[in-house]
């Protein structure tokens, strides 16, 4: 099996222990192997606002799934989505933490994608004991590509 069928099956045997409603969920780690070998794509979630001050994930699509301020829901998600992503691709969302980024696996589930996985830890990771991201799990805290 190669290392890639393996991150796959992990994914998927996740997926299966969280009841997801979608393939799988994914390390950001495993995300960044899949896109640089298989040409999965990360459809980051989060809102412009944290986009411009907390920073981007070099080369992926950028779908708000909520606006800020308020948080409001995207009513066009899902059509910015098929527009950006064929429903062929695989597609793996991430959003700060792994909530949002969940609820937009989900949504592309429903709308036919049949490879979409949630990155776990999201872009800033869990609070560390002092209560700031960055440092305990993540996208940044695992060092992948990104920029401010």
């Known amino acids: 099996m190669s290392k890639i069928d393996e991150i796959i099956a992990t994914a998927k045997q996740r997926g299966q222990q969280m009841k997801l409603d979608y393939v799988g969920a994914l390390f950001p780690a495993e995300a960044q192997i899949l896109r640089e070998t298989t040409g999965a794509i990360i459809v980051d979630v989060r809102s412009k606002a944290e986009l411009d001050f907390v920073g981007r994930i070099t080369g992926s699509v950028e779908i708000e799934l909520k606006t800020y301020p308020g948080m409001k829901p995207n009513p066009d998600f899902v059509s910015q989505l098929t527009t950006a992503v064929p429903l062929a691709t695989t597609v793996m969302f991430i959003c700060r933490s792994g909530a949002r980024s969940h609820e937009a696996a989900s949504a592309a589930a429903a709308a036919g994608y049949r490879s979409a996985f949630n990155v776990l ?28």
Request: hydrophobic share 30%.
């Open 121 to 148: 830890e999201g872009f800033e990771g869990d609070r560390d004991p002092a209560g700031h991201r960055n440092t305990v799990g993540g996208w940044r805290a695992a060092r992948l590509p990104w920029s401010q």
